[in-house]
Protein backbone atom coordinates (compact mmCIF):
# COMPACT_ATOMS: atom_id res chain seq x y z
CA UNK A 1 0.00 0.00 0.00
CA UNK A 2 1.54 3.66 -0.98
CA UNK A 3 1.12 6.19 1.77
CA UNK A 4 1.86 9.89 1.50
CA UNK A 5 1.47 11.80 4.99
CA UNK A 6 0.84 16.03 3.93
CA UNK A 7 0.26 18.80 6.06
CA UNK A 8 -3.35 20.72 4.30
CA UNK A 9 -2.63 24.01 2.67
CA UNK A 10 -5.65 25.37 2.40
CA UNK A 11 -6.25 27.81 4.85
CA UNK A 12 -9.82 26.69 5.85
CA UNK A 13 -8.76 23.30 5.59
CA UNK A 14 -10.49 20.80 4.27
CA UNK A 15 -13.87 22.55 4.49
CA UNK A 16 -16.57 23.40 1.65
CA UNK A 17 -14.78 24.52 -1.72
CA UNK A 18 -11.10 22.90 -0.86
CA UNK A 19 -12.67 19.81 0.10
CA UNK A 20 -14.71 19.94 -3.17
CA UNK A 21 -11.70 20.30 -4.76
CA UNK A 22 -9.93 17.62 -3.30
CA UNK A 23 -12.47 14.75 -4.00
CA UNK A 24 -12.91 15.86 -7.89
CA UNK A 25 -9.31 15.23 -8.14
CA UNK A 26 -9.32 11.95 -5.78
CA UNK A 27 -11.97 10.50 -7.90
CA UNK A 28 -10.45 11.90 -11.35
CA UNK A 29 -7.10 9.86 -10.38
CA UNK A 30 -9.44 6.81 -11.18
CA UNK A 31 -7.59 5.20 -8.23
CA UNK A 32 -9.33 3.77 -5.24
CA UNK A 33 -7.70 6.48 -2.17
CA UNK A 34 -8.53 6.91 1.27
CA UNK A 35 -7.61 10.14 3.50
CA UNK A 36 -7.20 9.91 7.14
CA UNK A 37 -6.72 12.53 9.68
CA UNK A 38 -3.70 11.80 11.80
CA UNK A 39 -3.85 8.71 12.81
CA UNK A 40 -7.44 7.99 12.61
CA UNK A 41 -9.30 5.89 10.87
CA UNK A 42 -9.73 6.29 7.16
CA UNK A 43 -12.60 7.31 4.33
CA UNK A 44 -12.86 7.55 0.91
CA UNK A 45 -11.34 10.29 -0.59
CA UNK A 46 -14.03 10.22 -3.30
CA UNK A 47 -16.47 10.93 -0.67
CA UNK A 48 -17.68 14.45 0.09
CA UNK A 49 -19.71 13.72 2.87
CA UNK A 50 -16.66 11.45 4.36
CA UNK A 51 -14.06 14.16 3.69
CA UNK A 52 -15.84 16.58 5.48
CA UNK A 53 -17.09 14.52 8.24
CA UNK A 54 -13.12 14.40 9.14
CA UNK A 55 -13.30 18.03 10.08
CA UNK A 56 -9.49 18.67 8.91
CA UNK A 57 -8.10 22.00 10.00
CA UNK A 58 -5.44 24.06 7.84
CA UNK A 59 -1.72 22.98 8.79
CA UNK A 60 -3.06 19.45 9.94
CA UNK A 61 -1.68 16.22 9.01
CA UNK A 62 -3.67 13.81 6.73
CA UNK A 63 -2.85 10.62 5.31
CA UNK A 64 -3.68 9.47 1.89
CA UNK A 65 -3.18 5.96 0.74
CA UNK A 66 -4.02 3.91 -2.00
CA UNK A 67 -3.33 0.04 -2.95
CA UNK A 68 -3.79 0.04 -6.83
CA UNK A 69 -2.22 0.27 -10.37
CA UNK A 70 -1.29 4.03 -11.04
CA UNK A 71 -1.74 4.49 -6.20
CA UNK A 72 1.94 6.30 -6.71
CA UNK A 73 1.94 8.58 -9.59
CA UNK A 74 -2.02 9.81 -8.09
CA UNK A 75 -0.59 9.98 -4.58
CA UNK A 76 2.11 12.28 -5.41
CA UNK A 77 -0.63 14.33 -7.38
CA UNK A 78 -3.21 14.32 -4.40
CA UNK A 79 -0.11 15.47 -2.19
CA UNK A 80 0.69 18.73 -4.07
CA UNK A 81 -2.58 19.70 -4.50
CA UNK A 82 -3.41 19.26 -0.60
CA UNK A 83 0.25 20.35 0.72
CA UNK A 84 0.35 23.53 -1.54
CA UNK A 85 -3.77 24.33 -1.65
CA UNK A 86 -3.83 24.63 -5.21
CA UNK A 87 -7.37 25.36 -6.62
CA UNK A 88 -6.87 22.75 -9.32
CA UNK A 89 -5.04 20.18 -9.90
CA UNK A 90 -2.38 20.91 -12.63
CA UNK A 91 -2.05 18.46 -15.45
CA UNK A 92 1.87 17.82 -14.76
CA UNK A 93 2.84 16.80 -11.59
Known amino acids: MAERRVNIGW ?37 MLAVLSLGVQGGEEVTLA ?13 AKLVAEGLEELPETV
Do not use: C, Q, W
Open 11 to 47: AEGLHARPASIFVRAATASGVPVTIAKGDGNPVNAAS
Open 66 to 78: ADADGAEAALDRL
